[in-house]
């Protein structure tokens, strides 16, 4: 029942336990275990995310992220939680079971790597769906085609190693639950000019995958 209820509230995108009045909901920003920064981009970049999706795709995001434990309930008050660092991540059993059952009850989480993120990711959330494996979304699927059109797929942010940035997705019964964007460094585009000194296309660029992210969710759990 309560997953029944969760998942009503998310369609409806009315969740006021953590978005003051006035506002439709809140994004959160994944807190995890195991020694990883996932404070990371803590200062600016969901914050310029959130503004930028207000002014740009009509939305009525609160301007404050919050910062929620992989393990608490607490995370079942978010639509849409990011998750970013630099190294080690550690899911427990009960972390595990946790973040299952917020994204097969219509939750939705976006993992960037932040470099160095990547040989914990697929791991990790083998815990949470062990029946599933991550897929390389093809440049043709609706994220990448929503206000802003990327008709090649992540755009590249910050060079890391210098491959081509890759988006993979875990799809739990026909619905994208999780998103993983590697080799882009989409967080680091969403800072403010100073933080990392992008250039004003690679931030536009960055913002406005962001973007497509948020409007892609936002759709899914109106469908």
Avoid at 28 to 57: E, M, Q, R, V
Avoid at 89 to 115: K, M, P
Wanted: charged content about 15%.
């Amino acid at each position: 029942m309560f997953k029944k209820l969760f998942l009503a509230t998310l369609c409806l995108l009315s969740l006021t336990a953590f978005a003051p009045s006035g506002y439709s909901f809140k994004i959160g920003l994944l807190k995890y275990h195991g020694g990883g920064d996932w404070y990371a981009n803590l200062a600016t970049s969901l914050p310029n995310l959130i503004k930028f999706c207000n002014d740009n795709l009509s939305t009525n995001i609160d301007p404050e992220q919050g910062i929620v434990e992989v393990g608490s309930q607490d995370l079942f008050n978010y639509p849409f939680v990011h998750m970013t660092g630099h190294g080690n991540w550690v899911l427990s059993s009960e972390e595990a079971l946790n973040l299952r059952n917020y994204l097969v009850g219509g939750g939705f989480l976006h993992i960037d790597d932040n470099y160095g993120l990547n040989p914990y990711v697929r791991p990790q959330m083998r815990k949470v769906f062990p029946e599933l494996e991550f897929i390389e979304l093809p440049f043709s699927h609706p994220i990448y085609h929503q206000k802003y059109n990327f008709p090649n797929g992540l755009p590249k942010i910050h060079e890391h190693d210098g491959g081509a940035p890759q988006g993979f997705g875990l799809i739990y019964q026909g619905r994208l639950v999780c998103f993983y964007s590697f080799e882009t460094d989409l967080g680091d585009g969403w800072e403010s000019y100073e933080v990392h000194k992008d250039s004003p296309e690679k931030h536009a660029q960055a913002l406005q995958m962001g973007a497509n992210l948020i409007e892609f969710i936002t759709s899914q759990t109106q469908n």
